[in-house]
Every structure is written in structure tokens, then in C-alpha cells.
């Protein structure tokens, strides 16, 4: 976690660092950093809180002059969240400053050594621990900072992108990555470092990120030089020209990240599908599965490795694969994975699947199945992240940056990519009949005027969250295809309105969860007319006869469930396989307004980050 921004260059850094900063909230909010060079000194000013209080503060704090600078939003892993523990860290000299992002594991006996040499410590970071060793190295051996960085991280076991400067050196900027991610923006004649491209989108398009074990000394008026960490030799730099513009990490006019997200899905899901659905020709093209078609082919099974919402994306790729592939599939939590010694056979293909790209567990798993053998493929809608590199093939979901931290257009575009896969899949094997193959494309390419229809409910959805806002739990319910999209539901109401939420199938509701039925507990079921629909109906008589609030997302034109439920929003019809992409949008709308009515940071909830990359 933790977004990191350098600037070195011409222009004023401060500006720059502090947008940047803002675009990087997602990646941790609790609290906020900058250190500047102004000339003669380092100015340096942090809080506990968001970068708007890190504003407040250098407002009455510091000057902002300077062209050099580095700040960082931090998600606390070592140390509370404080003044004292945000970054920068000061070396004990006062000349070395650094912002981190990562773990630092080995930094308790590192810390021990360097108190026995002296050295005191102000805050209960790994990072003030790293900072003191490259200041202890350089001195010692009397060397430039670039190689003290190089000698310090052979030492440090963990995870890492770091950037430091020295004030007697205000001429260059030191970043290295391990783990953590880190992109270079090239300008003419000006350098920006970042967590991701975000902070320098408007100023240059060309890029460089680091891979991991990489250490690169930034110059100023001059170049960049990358090594490798371990063995000093060189790396030619690749610079990529990057495809984002600044549209699309802007509000564009909505209130929050989260809603502009819910209603680019039409949009995004049309990207996703963009030049591989061919619905007219009956042909689907994905280089990523034609190119080892064999291995899918003869999979003995998939394994879906995620976390959070990719989860639940996995979960409904589970239903759809054995549905129309007649592949065995097992979804796991990667974190879970990663730990339980897992048989893994080299006939196994596994999917990871993330947003970001960067969540440690799913990488973590991704590198456990290679290292058996298993052909692993990516479904990323960060281009250019970890795992995308990591994997062996990939699919991106194309949706653009997801901003807030609920996922919303990622599982839609996730489901779209997974859908692609199951059909290809299903029409190699031989396991789906031409006309189901046909029905199955013409649908799926309907699916973003489906989505469309379903947004134009929000009024109403916003009616029923008014109702239902002060309810201090909350029950969805779904069968078959719709069980994730019911755990889903759930996960978006706990996670930015912070009301109790369970998902469950349906059926399950008897065997436990009906004891907390009564008059208060509104219980979200999920009833579209196709799949199970009249075991639905009676879940929903068993909920209806203990007083249960009844709030059922059901098919365009239905009528028994309307007859039994206090309230239904619609959604347009489509094959059930398909119906998550639909029936989940009305569950994000109403999330959403139910954490704006109770007034919640939609964006930035508490505790979360967007990206998490610890485990
Ligand atoms: O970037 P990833 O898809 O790997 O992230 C996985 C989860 O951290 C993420 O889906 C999380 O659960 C979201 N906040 C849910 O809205």
C-alpha cells in the first residue's frame, strides 16, 4: 500500500507532488507527507490524515519553492497512524530523507544494530530503520547514495519502492522497487516518480517501470541509470508510451469515483469485449487464450486464484465454466492458497485474477502454482502491473482506472473477460451446441444497453436506501449464478457504509441464517426469472412469514415476487449465465447511496486501500 510521488525537474515540485498525492489516495489515506528541496535545506511537513490536511498544514508550515521534492500517502502497516510515523523519514544526520512503500521484514534486527552504532529513532517505522542503514553505509564506506541504497537493500528482506534524496546531493533522486510498484515518467528535461502513471499523466506520456531488483539514480539536466540490485549490472531503460489520458482519472462531473464507475459499465464492458467479440461472425479472438488453447483444453481443472471482489468474479467464472466448458473449477481465496500446500498439478491451468495487479496474495499464489508447474494466466485491468508481468499469458478487463476503493466496473468487466474465456472454451471442447454458442454472443454483446436500462432505476434505488439506511444489518440472498453477486452486494454495503452485511445462498438461509430474521432485517434477494426462480419465490414466502423487509432485484415484467416483496427493482432480462452483469448494478447503486446518506467517505473508506500489496 502507500502512493509515493518525486518530482526533479524545472518546474515548481510542489504543485505537482500534491495532485499527484491526491490521485494516489486510493492507495492509502491515513496519512500524508512531503519533503522539498528549496535550495539551501530540505522542507519537510507531514500528518496523520489526508493530503487536504497535509495542505492545511504546510499552508502555516513550510514554504513550497523547490524543484526537488517526494511525498507520500501512507496505508499504516508498521506504527500507527501519527505525525510521527508518516513519511518522510529523516536519517539521523538530517541530510537523507526517504518515502516508502512496502514491508520492511527483517527491520527489528536491523533497528537493533544500528541503536548498538548509535543511532535513535523517532517513529516505530521499518522505513526511519532503512533510511538510518543507507546513512550508516554511506558514511562508513564513504560512497555515493545510489550504491549505499544498492548495498542497503542487499540486507533487507521485504517489499519495496522507495525514493530518497540527500540535501548535500539536491541533484538526484534514488528510487528501487521490489514488490512494490514504481513508474518513471520521462519529460523533456524533468523526471517524475510515482506509484502509478496517475500523478504525470498531463506532463509526459512516456514511461518506465521499474521491475523488480531494480535501483535507478535520477539525474537532473542529465539521465537516468538502472541497475540491478544484486549483481550492479546495467538495464537498459524501456520507455512505453502510455495509453491513459487525464479524463479518465477525473470525477467528469459526479460526486464521487465510485458513481462515475458504476455508470462508465456500459462503456467499460463494450472495452472489455472491444475487438474480441465477434457476435456477428460467431467468432471470439483472444490472443491470450488462442495462443495456448492446448493447455486450456487439456486443463484437468481450473483453479481461480483472488481476493475481495475478484473473488466473487472468480466465483461466478466457476458456474459459468462447469456450465459451458465442462471444466472442474475451484475458486480460493489466494491468501488461503498460498498457505495450505495446495495440490497443484502441471496440467492445471490457473487464473489470477485482479483489478490492480498488485495484490500481494495474489501474486504470492501466482508464483506458488509456477513454481509447480502450472501454466498461470492473468485476468489485470492494470496494463503493465505485477501480475501481468507475472503470469504466463493474460487477458485485461480494459475497463480504465478504477478509482474508488469498492470495486464496481472491475467485476462487471471481469465477468465480461471470464464469460469471453468459457465460451471460447466451451466452443473448442465441443461443449456447447452452435446455436447456444450463438445466442450465448449475441446476448453478451447486448449486455452493456442491458446495464444502460438498469442505471435508469437509480432514482428509485435511491427512494429505497433512504428507507433502509439506519439498519444495522443486512442479508442478500441469491441462488445459482447469483450466489456471488449476493456476496458481492454484501462486501459493497460493509465496506463503505460500514453496516453489517452477509451474502448467502439462498437455500442456505434455513440452516442458520433465518434466526436473525425478524421486522428489522431487510434481506436483498437476488430473483431474476431465469434460474431457480420458483425456489426463490419460496425463500422469499419463508422470509415474508417472519416479517423479513423484502427488497427483491427481479426481472423486467415480473410478478410474483412483485406480489410478495416491499419492493423491487428491475433489471432487463438476459440468459442466466449472463444475469450477474445486470443484477449487481442496482446492488452497487444502492451501497452507494446508503453510504452517501449516511454521510461515509464512498471513495476512501475507513481501513481500506485500493490496492492492497501486503499480505
Ligand atoms: O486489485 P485486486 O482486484 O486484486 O483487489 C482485490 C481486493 O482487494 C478488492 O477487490 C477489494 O475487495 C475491493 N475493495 C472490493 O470492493
Not at 540535501?167 to 519529460?187: Q, R, T
Not at 516518480?193 to 498531463?202: G, L, M, N, T
Not at 481465496?333 to 490457473?350: G, L
Amino acid at each position: 500500500m502507500c502512493g509515493i510521488v518525486g518530482y526533479i525537474g524545472h518546474r515548481e515540485a510542489y504543485p505537482i507532488i500534491i495532485k499527484g498525492l491526491k490521485r494516489l489516495e486510493y492507495r492509502g489515506y491515513d496519512s500524508a507527507g512531503i519533503a522539498l528541496y528549496d535550495g539551501a535545506d530540505i522542507k519537510l511537513s507531514k500528518t496523520k490524515g489526508k493530503v487536504d490536511d497535509l495542505e492545511k498544514r504546510i499552508a502555516s508550515e513550510i514554504s513550497t519553492t523547490g524543484s526537488l521534492g517526494i511525498g507520500h500517502t501512507r496505508w499504516a502497516t508498521h506504527g500507527i497512524p501519527n505525525d510521527i510515523n508518516s513519511h518522510p523519514h529523516y536519517s539521523n544526520s538530517g541530510d537523507l530523507v526517504i518515502i516508502h512503500n512496502g514491508i520492511i521484514e527483517n527491520y527489528e534486527a536491523l533497528k537493533k544494530e544500528l541503536i548498538q552504532r548509535g543511532y535513535s529513532f523517532k517513529s516505530d517505522t521499518d522505513t526511519e530503520v532503512l533510511i538510518n542503514l543507507i546513512e550508516d553505509i554511506k558514511k562508513n564506506e564513504n560512497i555515493k547514495l545510489g550504491k549505499a541504497v544498492q548495498i542497503a537493500l542487499n540486507q533487507v528482506i521485504g517489499a519495496y519502492a522507495i525514493a530518497v534524496f540527500d540535501k548535500n546531493k539536491p541533484n538526484e533522486i534514488v528510487v528501487a522497487k521490489l514488490g512494490s510498484p514504481l513508474a518513471i515518467g520521462v519529460g523533456e528535461d524533468e523526471f517524475f516518480i510515482a506509484s502509478d502513471a496517475s500523478p504525470f499523466i498531463e506532463y509526459t506520456k512516456n514511461a518506465i517501470y521499474l521491475e523488480d531488483e531494480e535501483i535507478a539514480v535520477i539525474r537532473r539536466h542529465k539521465d537516468i541509470k538502472i541497475r540491478k540490485i544484486q549483481d550492479d549490472s546495467l538495464v537498459n531503460p524501456y520507455v512505453q508510451e502510455l495509453q491513459m489520458n487525464l479524463e479518465e482519472i477525473e470525477k467528469g462531473g459526479y460526486d464521487h469515483f465510485m458513481l462515475k464507475e458504476i455508470y462508465e459499465q456500459p462503456h467499460a464492458i463494450k472495452d472489455t469485449y472491444r475487438g474480441r467479440l465477434l457476435a456477428n461472425k460467431g467468432i471470439i479472438k483472444m490472443a491470450g487464450i488462442d495462443d495456448n488453447i492446448e493447455k486450456f483444453q487439456n486443463a484437468s481443472r481450473i483453479i481461480v486464484v483472488a481476493c475481495g471482489t475478484s473473488w466473487h468474479a472468480g466465483l461466478v467464472a466457476e458456474y459459468i465454466f462447469e456450465d459451458l466448458a465442462r471444466i472442474p473449477v475451484e475458486v480460493e481465496y489466494a491468501s488461503e492458497f498460498r498457505y495450505r500446500n495446495p495440490v497443484i498439478h502441471e496440467n492445471d491451468v490457473v487464473i489470477a485474477i485482479s483489478q490492480s495487479g498488485e495484490t500481494a496474495d495474489t501474486l504470492a499464489a501466482i508464483k506458488l502454482a509456477k513454481s509447480k508447474g502450472a501454466f498461470v494466466f492473468g485476468v489485470c485491468n492494470v496494463v503493465g502491473s505485477t501480475i501481468a508481468r507475472e503470469t504466463h499469458a493474460g487477458a485485461y478487463t480494459h475497463a480504465g482506472p478504477e478509482i474508488g476503493v469498492a470495486s464496481t466496473k472491475a467485476f462487471t468487466t471481469q465477468i465480461t473477460v471470464l464469460t469471453l474465456i468459457a465460451l471460447k472454451l466451451a466452443k473448442a471442447k465441443g461443449t456447447i451446441s452452435n446455436e447456444d454458442y450463438r445466442l450465448h454472443l449475441n446476448e453478451l454483446a447486448l449486455i452493456p444497453e442491458k446495464v444502460l436500462e438498469a442505471l435508469k432505476h437509480d432514482e428509485h434505488i435511491k427512494h429505497i436506501a433512504s428507507i433502509y439506511k439506519d439498519a444495522k444489518n443486512c442479508l442478500y440472498l441469491g441462488r445459482g449464478f447469483n450466489f456471488p453477486v449476493a456476496l458481492e452486494g454484501a462486501l459493497k454495503l460493509k465496506e463503505i457504509s460500514y453496516i453489517h452485511a452477509e451474502g448467502y445462498p439462498a437455500a442456505e438461509m434455513k440452516h442458520g441464517p433465518i434466526a436473525l430474521i425478524d421486522e428489522n432485517m431487510p434481506i436483498i434477494v437476488i430473483a431474476p426469472k431465469k434460474g431457480h426462480y420458483e425456489k426463490v419465490v419460496s425463500n422469499i414466502e419463508e422470509i415474508k412469514a417472519r416479517q423479513g423487509k423484502i427488497i427483491a432485484v427481479v426481472t423486467k415484467g415480473d410478478t410474483s415476487v412483485t406480489n410478495l416483496a416491499d419492493h423491487t427493482i428491475e433489471v432487463p432480462e438476459t440468459l442466466e449465465s449472463l444475469s450477474p452483469l445486470v443484477t449487481t448494478i442496482p446492488l452497487q447503486l444502492l451501497s452507494y447511496h446508503i453510504a452517501v446518506m449516511l454521510e461515509k467517505n464512498v471513495d476512501q473508506p475507513r481501513n481500506l486501500a485500493k490496492s492492497v500489496t501486503v499480505e
